[in-house]
């Protein structure tokens, strides 16, 4: 892998916010893997040069000559059609007489342009590919914290709600996984886990729904506590209604039947 | 020649001496029948097995390398699960009170076999056994090769003593201790009303725990080494340790401020720190009992 260092050095570069010392850290790094450092500074200053080029005044005898040309190329274009040489020995011949300035210059910009282009490109795509690779990267494990969902042991069912906790508790499908979880579980500390996620989103009304539907249907004394507090704690005058029908149960547990007691107090 | 001839009869001999003696050992009468994967024990089936009406299974492993997992559902008597140096499962089940059965029926026994009904079942490693507990208070002992994990429910009183496994122990009770010693692995255990008292020689690295209780005590010992990172909370009792835990505020107030205006008190008595640097997240409540969470070999109630 790369050095954490070169890659600070790269997107600084990049960014153009290089300090000198900066840059000479960057140079020594790219002497380093032999680069010609004297040259890199002579094909700067071309580029840099490049914008600056003196472009000539179309002056009077620039536009005589350009007419001459056009005469020129006219007669020319004459004598092919009457037959004369063909047009590839044209080409060879009087073509190249005329562009061959630009072509040296299209040769110079292709040179400058490949040097540029191989000194920075390894960087960007070095960038966009950690991009796309942690994105890819999250995608994956996502998906696999979802099939962790339904594994057989209790710790990897809590190592993936936890997981969910600390990314993204609000997104939609995880907010259907862990109602899936607090209802369905089988173990307690597993749907606890996924209680604790919910109560972080509960301004979201399916999970409040949800919470709130729970009331009666969790028969575990840790969840009815462990529910009760939150909904208390949120303010959820509707759960005082099932909170008074779980009271009604004969086999309910002391602690959370004081609890909702003066859940109920408070909420009322 | 010869002489490699006396040498192939040697081996021979050595060979059939050992296969005689793995023969003689497999039909040892003090290990009770041999089923085969599969096992009932409700019926009248070796009278020699039946103690004052108890019962025993033994059953093998489809794998014995490789690491098997107990599934048991128990509800009145205590469970006994013990980890030991061989490849069998040996389940004993026995009836607390034969005595006042005896005496509530005027002398009358219970048929053997007919007090109690054991039911264990081997399928890939896996081995489930029940008892019909729900009816009569049951003692189940069952012993297992080391490397082996729990899933235990335990539904109404009495204790779980788990001892020398190593695997995920995953036990839910809902009355009664609940014990382990000399376990490497991890846990996810929750009782009721009972204490959880747990020692830890190893632990299994990033692999998230949870202890929870309504009135129990929760007492955990881990390796000095151990890295986790803590959540602990008890409503009336003290959290104790004598790890040099690095408390987290930051985290706890972070919980709270993401509340969206909403009041969430039940988070402020969470607390947040980190065993060695932080690691897995390992979860403590109780709501009546105290927390202790120390280093392993640093108990003094003796539990080892």
Do not use: C
């Not at chain 1, 710790?155 to 259907?176: C, I, K, M």
């Not at chain 2, 929760?218 to 104790?240: E, N, Q």
């Amino acid at each position: 892998m790369k050095d954490y260092r070169n890659d600070e050095l790269v997107v600084e570069y990049i960014r153009k916010e290089l300090t000198p010392e900066r840059e000479r850290e960057l140079e020594s790094i790219l002497a380093g893997r032999g680069f010609d450092i004297p040259e890199l500074h002579e094909l700067k200053a071309v580029y840099a040069g490049l914008g600056e080029l003196p472009v000539p005044e179309a002056g009077e005898s620039m536009t005589a000559r350009f007419y001459a040309m056009l005469e020129n190329e006219k007669r020319k274009e004459t004598e092919r059609a009457a037959g004369r040489p063909g047009p590839g020995g044209r080409l060879l011949r009087g073509g190249f007489d005329i562009w061959w300035p630009r072509l040296a210059y299209a040769a110079v910009l292709v040179v400058i342009g490949w040097s540029v282009g191989y000194w920075a490109a390894p960087a960007r795509r070095y960038e966009e590919r950690v991009r796309l690779m942690s994105s890819e990267m999250t995608e994956m494990k996502r998906m696999m914290m979802f099939s962790m969902l339904n594994r057989s042991r209790a710790s990897e069912r809590l190592q993936a709600v936890q997981y969910f906790n600390d990314l993204a508790p609000g997104d939609d499908q995880v907010v259907t996984a862990m109602l899936d979880v607090f209802e369905h579980d089988e173990n307690v500390n597993v749907r606890l886990a996924a209680l604790d996620v919910l109560a972080g989103v509960i301004s979201d009304d399916r999970v409040r729904a949800g919470l709130i539907g729970n009331v009666t249907r969790q028969d575990s004394p840790i969840i009815q506590l462990a529910l009760v507090d939150i909904l208390v704690s949120a303010r959820q005058v509707q759960a005082v209604e099932p909170l008074r029908r779980l009271l009604e149960r004969k086999d309910l547990n002391m602690v959370v039947r004081s609890r909702i007691d003066r859940g109920i107090r408070l909420l009322s | 020649m010869k002489m490699m001839k006396s040498r192939l009869r040697d081996a021979a001999v050595v060979y059939m001496s050992a296969a005689a003696l793995l023969l003689l050992s497999s039909i040892d009468p003090a290990a009770g029948p041999l089923t085969g994967p599969e096992g009932h024990a409700d019926g009248p089936a070796d009278p020699a097995v039946h103690r004052n009406g108890s019962e025993q299974l033994i059953l093998g492993l489809s794998s014995p390398d490789e690491e098997g997992v107990l599934i048991v559902q128990h509800h009145k008597g205590t469970v006994r699960i013990t980890g030991y140096d061989g490849e069998m499962v040996i389940v004993n089940a026995s009836p607390r009170y034969v005595d006042t059965a005896v005496v509530a029926s005027g002398g009358m026994k219970p048929f053997p076999g007919h007090s109690i009904k054991l039911h264990a079942i081997e399928k890939h490693n896996v081995v489930t056994v029940s008892t019909n507990s729900h009816e009569r208070t049951i003692d189940l002992e069952v012993r297992v090769p080391f490397d082996f994990s729990l899933h235990l429910e335990k539904h109404a009183a009495g204790d779980v003593h788990v001892h020398y496994l190593r695997g995920e122990m995953e036990i839910t009770s809902s009355a009664g201790n609940v014990s382990l010693t000399g376990i490497s692995g991890s846990a996810v255990i929750s009782t009721v009303e009972g204490d959880i008292l747990l020692r830890f020689e190893r632990v299994t690295p990033h692999a998230p725990m949870a202890f929870t209780s309504v009135t129990g005590d929760i007492d955990v010992a881990f390796p000095a080494d151990v890295r986790a990172s803590v959540k602990m909370m008890t409503g009336r009792g003290d959290i104790r340790s004598d790890f040099d835990i690095e408390v987290d505020r930051r985290q706890a107030k972070t919980q709270t401020s993401e509340s969206t205006g909403i009041q969430r008190a039940f988070l402020e008595d969470w607390t947040y720190g980190s065993l060695g640097g932080g690691g897995p997240r390992f979860l403590f409540r109780s709501y009546r009992g105290n927390i202790t969470i120390r280093k392993s070999g640093n108990h003094p109630r003796g539990a080892e």
